[in-house]
């Protein structure tokens, strides 16, 4: 199994070398294949996913997994769509990042390249095999994937597609593969196929993340998991402040950036409080409070919140609810119990947002707007391969910057150091 894997991560590095020499509009060219191709091929690609959705509901799969796995002719349009969206953006690699000449006359210039081979790990998602292949791509790089046995036959299906995309103009088939073949130990290999494989991206649930920044020796980027917060300080403009909860709450709560705990200012509480669990009960969220939010719930039923609670990202319509003394009482929550995603502040006092935006560790910070905005595609990035809660390498959503690493080029006339 191993040694299988070695030679897919091989064969990758082969072909990594040749997109790192290929022009920017080869690699445009062969995207805008790869578009073409996908619609081309909806009925097969959705002949594929039903044995897919037929495997998952046999195997009692969720609802909501489900629709992350179902494509249909306007899915995959859409995700054709994105990728000549991702033509379209700028080509980060050959870009120069800063330079200048020496006093000595030396010419230096830090110039961004390819990455290499980059490892994804995903799951029952098929549209992420499409958008990673993508990035990865379009930023020079080969890409090794691990799309999850729940949607094996529609990633079959896909890559075959992007495969004879690459061929078709000239690059080599290799760039694109994929490891689902060999299972669970098939990613126990990537992981550990240092020197083969630059960079792993796991992009999931934490358990998933977690087992691969665990259990690699490749270099990992950490990225999703999402216990993101909104603090409502004593100087909101309430009104506001409620739109901004049940947005982040609300909109899309399966996702790494949505809201999952509350804290409110006592000040602001007994006429904020009602409202919120109001709004929240009326959307559908189930509710969990501490002592003083349940004796404000009225006829709102809010289950009492434990530990656990605080702690636990629930990518559902969940949501904890607390109530804290000051600012640096929530401060103080958040560090405790943030996994460093996006955190959120929603106050008219510009101090209080100052503090609020320097204390908070994490990738995103927003002040007056939802944790929602912490995304590729909102942040004007155009697209994104995941979003890094990490501080090494990238943080955030990454782009396609950050797929790249950096040489420093000196030019120079015979220089000779003294």
């Given amino acids: 199994m191993r040694e299988a894997v070695e030679q897919v991560a091989r064969e990758a590095r082969e072909a990594s070398r040749a997109l790192a020499t290929a022009s920017g509009a080869t690699r445009d060219a062969a995207l805008l294949a790869v578009a073409d191709g996908l619609v081309a091929a909806t009925e097969r690609l959705v002949a594929a996913n039903a044995d897919d959705l037929a495997r998952a509901q046999a195997d009692g799969m969720s609802t909501s997994l489900q629709d992350r796995l179902r494509l249909d002719a306007g899915r995959i349009a859409a995700i054709a769509d994105a990728v000549r969206d991702v033509v379209a953006l700028p080509d980060p690699v050959g870009q120069v990042v800063r330079g200048s000449t020496l006093p000595n006359g030396l010419r230096v210039h830090q110039v961004r390249r390819p990455l290499g081979v980059v490892g994804m790990v995903y799951e029952a998602r098929p549209n992420v095999t499409v958008d990673a292949a993508a990035l990865c791509l379009k930023s020079g790089?080969?890409?090794?994937l691990r799309g999850g046995s729940a949607a094996r036959s529609s990633n079959e299906a896909i890559i075959e597609v992007l495969q004879d995309a690459l061929a078709a103009t000239g690059l080599p088939r290799d760039a694109v593969r994929t490891i689902d073949a060999h299972g669970r130990a098939g990613v126990r290999a990537l992981l550990r196929a240092r020197g083969?494989?630059?960079?792993?991206?796991?992009?999931?649930?934490?358990?998933?993340?977690?087992?691969?920044?665990?259990?690699?020796?490749?270099p990992t980027v950490e990225t999703g998991t999402g216990n993101c917060h909104v603090y409502v300080d004593t100087a909101a403009d309430l009104d506001e402040a409620l739109a901004v909860c049940v947005n982040a709450k609300v909109q899309r709560p399966s996702t790494c950036n949505a809201a999952e705990t509350v804290l409110v200012h006592a000040a602001v509480a007994e006429r904020f409080v009602?409202?919120?669990?109001?709004?929240?009960?009326?959307?559908?969220?189930?509710?969990?409070?501490?002592?003083?939010?349940?004796?404000?719930?009225?006829?709102?039923?809010?289950?009492?919140?434990?530990?656990?609670?605080?702690?636990?990202?629930?990518?559902?319509?969940?949501?904890?609810?607390?109530?804290?003394?000051?600012?640096?009482?929530?401060?103080?929550?958040?560090?405790?119990?943030?996994?460093?995603?996006?955190?959120?502040?929603?106050?008219?006092?510009?101090?209080?947002?100052d503090r609020f935006v320097a204390e908070v560790d994490a990738a995103g910070v927003a002040v007056n707007a939802s944790t929602r905005f912490t995304d590729g595609g909102q942040l004007g990035l155009g697209a994104e391969i995941g979003i890094s809660t990490q501080k090494l390498h990238a943080r955030g959503p990454m782009g396609l910057p950050d797929l790249t690493t950096t040489t420093w080029v000196m030019t120079g006339d015979g220089h000779l150091r003294s």
């Fill in 141 to 144: 790089n080969a890409v090794v």
């Fill in 196 to 218: 083969l494989v630059d960079v792993v991206i796991p992009r999931g649930g934490a358990d998933l993340i977690r087992t691969v920044v665990e259990t690699a020796t490749v």
């Fill in 274 to 353: 009602p409202r919120l669990l109001r709004a929240m009960h009326e959307a559908g969220v189930r509710l969990h409070g501490d002592e003083t939010v349940q004796g404000l719930a009225g006829e709102v039923p809010v289950e009492a919140a434990t530990e656990e609670d605080w702690a636990t990202e629930y990518l559902a319509l969940e949501l904890a609810v607390g109530v804290v003394p000051d600012l640096g009482s929530a401060l103080d929550h958040i560090r405790r119990f943030s996994s460093g995603h996006t955190e959120a502040i929603c106050t008219r006092d510009t101090r209080a947002a």
